[in-house]
């Protein structure tokens, strides 16, 4: 497909009612957006497969649909820490930031590096970039050891009094996948989680309760990666 046709089929799709539905519904506000379902920008990306120079035309529109096209037709192994970073300060909303994270920055070759330098940053979605980051490379990687996740409890313990909602929620997601990728970083994520709920911040304390109510409980799904290890 080509850009004059994938735009075409956007604005096909297009209804400004979508955009003030996504806005009211889930707090996702865009500009320069046409309204536009992410099922259905789905349903583009699959026919349009991967293509990395026409991604790239796409986030150069600078329609916000087209952005989240983007993150999902460029190959995750060929980004760069440039293109990384170009878009990272570009994200407005949690639905931008979740998108490039989980679909492309975390299957990427600079995901431990982008997760430890995001998480000190202090735009609120350039921060929770790093955390959404980090819980889909729990998913991402699945042969990573138990010493590179823990290697993100200092950095969860440190963000866990940042009251702002998406970047609370995103420490939270990162806690609860570490937590759950197998039976030792279970307890481990359990015990960094309880030390998270003696800090005197309201959204430590709620990470953290959030976090224990699942971790500790008896239908927690632990996912036992790397297999070779917890599956042998």
Known sequence: MTLESVLKALNELAN???????????????????????????????????????????????????????????????????????????????????????????KSPFAVKKIIEWSSREAEYEKRAAFATLSSYCMADKFAFNEVFESFFPILKREATDERLYVKKAVNWGLRSIGKRNEDLNRSAIIVAKEIDLLESRAAKWIAKDALRELSGKKVNILDYPRSIYRP
Request: with cysteine; hydrophobic share 45%; aromatic share 12%.
């Open 16 to 106: 400004p009612e979508t955009v003030t539905f996504k806005e009211k519904k889930f707090g996702v506000v865009a500009n320069n957006a046409l309204g536009v379902f992410l099922k259905d920008i789905k349903l583009i990306a699959k026919e349009i497969g991967n293509d990395n120079e026409l991604a790239l035309e796409l986030f150069d529109t600078g329609i916000y649909e087209a952005r989240l096209l983007c993150s999902k037709v460029f190959k995750p192994k060929d980004v760069s820490e440039a293109l990384m970073e170009k878009w990272v300060v570009t994200f407005e909303n949690w639905e931008m930031c979740d998108s490039f994270s989980m679909g492309l920055f975390s």
